[in-house]
């Protein structure tokens, strides 16, 4: 009893900070840009974070899994990651300039660079909550994410004073990476930096970083279809649209976060039950998360973005479903990445990828931004259930090899 009291206090820590975060993103940042700079502006400059985020998000995460994951059967060390990390640094500055290049968004030398560093501070701060998942101190997990969102207010008002938007984003970032460089344990360096772990950390970061890079992309490819096929203005729209849907799918990574903090304490196996009560209490959580969302949004954007809610309206209950669905699969495929073979998590975004593919682009082409928004429910729907089915199937094999 105690330890199930421990895991809800945890996940409600978890979750404040990050709703934290993200409220000021959703409540203070976004809003002042696109009063600021106008919808197009903010479609484009959420079209950029999206390309930032599939290798930045990806990276960091992929690391941080890899030392959980390492850390179930060994102690693990700071150094091998550090450098993943700071090899990873040098081709996310590269990243910055070809999406300067060849990202179809006009940016200077002075935001060019501020992208690069963005993007490295970004990749090493998603990273850096390993610390609290190693230690299952998510008290300190809490801080850290508020100590980030207090940081995006001071970067709004840096962003008063330049006009430079990436500011915002990057103090904090950095605010967040100096509370565990002064407070956590994962940024000291080892006396023998290369050690034998490295070669395992590298292989295994790169396995998961092939799967998440994939579940990010995805992720954000609505932004990336929307602009590309529609324009700037549709990716606004669906933004605001799906705003608290997305803000309940960004969830997954603290929630992701304790729930393999405990499961590598987890000695049993996935039992037939276990997933009957995984998947009906995903199937609650998707009706109960669908409908929140959709209230909120009737409620909420009408003050936040008065401008466009006749817009949007229309879209609420699809945008607000898809991200849901997308979120309860990201669980699941969590779950599964303890319990079954690695490449379990590549097979479900592959299978999302090809259905997004197949539904989503002709959707947007032929159907406009209603079409879109149906398209990726039913798209998310299915990465849900194939998530579910890798769970059973899973099940199905450890009953055969008994």
């Known amino acids: 009893m105690r330890s199930k009291k421990k ?65 179930v059967s060994a102690k693990t060390r700071n150094t091998p990651y550090m450098v993943i990390l700071a090899c990873a640094s040098l081709v996310a500055l590269d990243v910055a300039f070809l999406v300067s290049m060849l990202g179809g968004v006009e940016l200077d030398l002075a935001e060019t660079l501020l992208l690069g560093l963005l993007m490295c501070a970004t990749m ?34 840096l962003f008063y004073i330049t006009e430079l938007w990436l500011l915002a984003l990057l103090v904090g970032e950095l605010f967040g990476l100096l509370y565990v460089l002064l407070r956590g344990r994962i940024f ?48 606004a729209d669906y933004y605001v649209a799906s705003l608290f849907g997305k803000t309940a799918a960004l969830l997954t990574v603290p929630l992701s976060g304790v729930v393999i903090g405990y499961l590598a304490k987890y000695k049993g196996v996935l039992s037939h039950k276990l997933m009957n009560m995984i998947t009906a209490g995903a199937g609650i959580g998707i009706f109960l998360g669908s409908a929140a969302c959709t209230f909120a949004s009737n409620i909420f954007i009408p003050i936040i973005y008065p401008d466009r809610l006749d817009a949007v309206k229309a879209y609420f209950v699809s945008a607000n479903l898809s991200q ?61 259930l194939f998530a579910a089915g890798l769970g059973y199937y899973t099940v199905f094999l450890k009953k055969q090899n008994l």
């Open 7 to 71: 895991m809800l206090a945890d996940s409600a820590y978890s979750v404040s900070g990050l709703v934290f975060m993200n409220a000021v993103l959703q409540l203070a940042v976004y809003p002042i840009w696109e009063r600021r700079l106008g919808a197009e502006a903010l479609g484009d400059i959420l079209y950029l974070i999206s390309l930032m985020s599939v290798f930045a998000v990806s990276m960091g995460v992929s690391v941080g899994y890899a030392r959980m994951r390492k850390s």
């Open 124 to 157: 090493w701060r998603y990273y850096a909550d390993v610390e609290y998942k190693l230690y299952l101190n998510y008290k300190r997990f809490f801080i850290y994410y508020s100590l980030i969102g207090v940081g995006y207010l001071v970067g709004l008002l």
């Open 188 to 235: 000291i360096i080892d006396d023998e930096p290369f050690t034998p772990e490295l070669d395992f950390a590298a292989k295994l970061s790169l396995t998961f970083f092939g799967a998440e890079v994939l579940s990010t992309f995805i992720f954000n490819a609505d932004r990336i279809i929307l602009r590309s096929l529609i324009g700037s203005e549709a990716v």
């Open 324 to 384: 849901i669905l997308y979120f309860a699969s990201n669980v699941i495929t969590v779950i599964l990445l303890r319990f079954a073979r690695s490449k379990y998590q590549l097979y479900v975004n592959a299978a999302y990828a090809v259905a997004f593919v197949l539904i989503c682009i002709p959707c947007a082409i032929f159907g406009g931004l209603r079409a879109f928004c149906i398209g990726l429910a039913l798209t998310c729907l299915i990465r849900f």
